[in-house]
């Protein structure tokens, strides 16, 4: 049985013996971080380095391959300045949606607020817009709405911040205080939506958001 615990201070072993004190935060996201993992999940790590040169990466991909479950690994790694340099919308999720496991990402970054919400929700609706059109007109791919759909979570994660300055993780959470559209979009993006249906209520419910968060 996989023990998330034991395979992050297996991470943080790994990854100090490559890096040593350059190592400025790890942090777990996605659904292992929330406890709604399955047992072939991907393991969503994070881990922000003093800078991040290109040989880094090399190192990287050395050091982890002595890292058990290595097929599920995946995540984000970066340099701390471009982490603080990073757009704000995009650090709202970021930071939210990360359980530290070594540092803490406040030294990191300013903790994201309403704004950033504000601006996560716009830019998420307009991404989802765009590849949700030339998905339907042009792809047709059924595959890549699903990932549009679970896309949408943290849209809705960051719309619901908005609504109420609270953050939901859970998605049961997060299904309790959405109504309408919202909550008809997260039900869809739990699958089995037809193609046809799903397209049309994805895509008016990101043109309504970028309409209602224009900046």
Request: glycine share 10%.
């Amino acid at each position: 049985m996989f023990d998330l615990e034991v395979w992050l201070a297996d991470y943080v072993r790994v990854m100090r013996s490559a890096f040593g004190g350059r190592v400025r935060f790890i942090g777990i996201q996605g659904s292992r971080a929330r406890g709604e993992a399955a047992e072939g999940s991907d393991i969503d790590v994070v881990l922000i380095l003093d800078r991040l040169d290109f040989d880094d990466l090399r190192r990287y991909r050395e050091a982890a391959e002595a890292l058990p479950h290595r097929e599920l690994l995946c995540g984000f790694v970066s340099g701390a300045d471009e982490l603080r340099d990073w757009d704000r919308g995009e650090l709202f999720g970021f930071y939210h949606d990360t359980r530290p496991v070594l540092g803490r990402l406040e030294e990191l970054i300013p903790v994201p607020g309403a704004g950033d919400a504000r601006r996560a929700v716009h830019s998420g609706a307009c991404g989802i817009y765009h590849a949700c059109a030339h998905n339907y007109l042009h792809e047709r791919d059924a595959g890549l709405l699903a990932a549009l759909l679970k896309t949408s979570r943290f849209v809705l994660r960051a719309r619901c911040f908005c609504e109420t300055g609270r953050y939901f993780s859970s998605l049961d959470e997060l299904a309790e205080r959405l109504t309408g559209a919202d909550r008809a979009v997260l039900e869809l993006s739990r699958g089995g939506a037809d193609f046809e249906a799903a397209s049309r209520v994805l895509y008016d419910w990101a043109r309504g958001l970028i309409e209602e968060y224009a900046i």
